[in-house]
Nanobody, 123 residues
């Protein structure tokens, strides 16, 4: 499955962005999906994940209540709505897919990755 992330940009602190991850090649309904991010000089970290059915979600503590992951399997797309953005959210955001199973927070569990989209939050 090929993943294409989009929707990043420059926004002021307190603003919002909506990231999209469009899939091609295979239907996303068979895959758990996640968003990870990587800031300059830091390791890639988990942000949020959603089960194949959309029934289960899990978030990084620092984004819980501000970010919402969702999916539209009919459109083969996963979203990350980011509200009340903070400068520490600045990073390249990646979407990832893994064959449906138990939710995983670990990047090595994901088989497919998008190219990343830059999110920059100014103070």
């Amino acid at each position: 499955v090929q993943l294409q992330a989009s929707g990043g940009g420059l926004v002021q602190a307190g603003g919002s962005l909506r990231l999209s991850c469009a899939a091609s090649g295979r239907t996303l309904s068979n895959y758990d999906m996640a968003w990870f991010r990587q800031a300059p000089g830091k390791e890639r970290e988990f942000v949020a994940t959603i089960s194949a059915s959309g029934g289960n979600t899990y978030y990084r503590v620092s984004v819980k209540g501000r970010f919402t992951i969702s999916r539209d399997n009919a459109k083969n797309t996963v979203f990350l709505q980011m509200n009340n953005l903070k400068p520490e959210d600045t990073a390249v955001y990646y979407c990832a897919a893994r064959n449906s199973g138990s939710i995983s927070l670990w990047s090595y569990a994901y088989n497919y990755w998008g190219q990343g989209t830059q999110v920059t939050v100014s103070s």
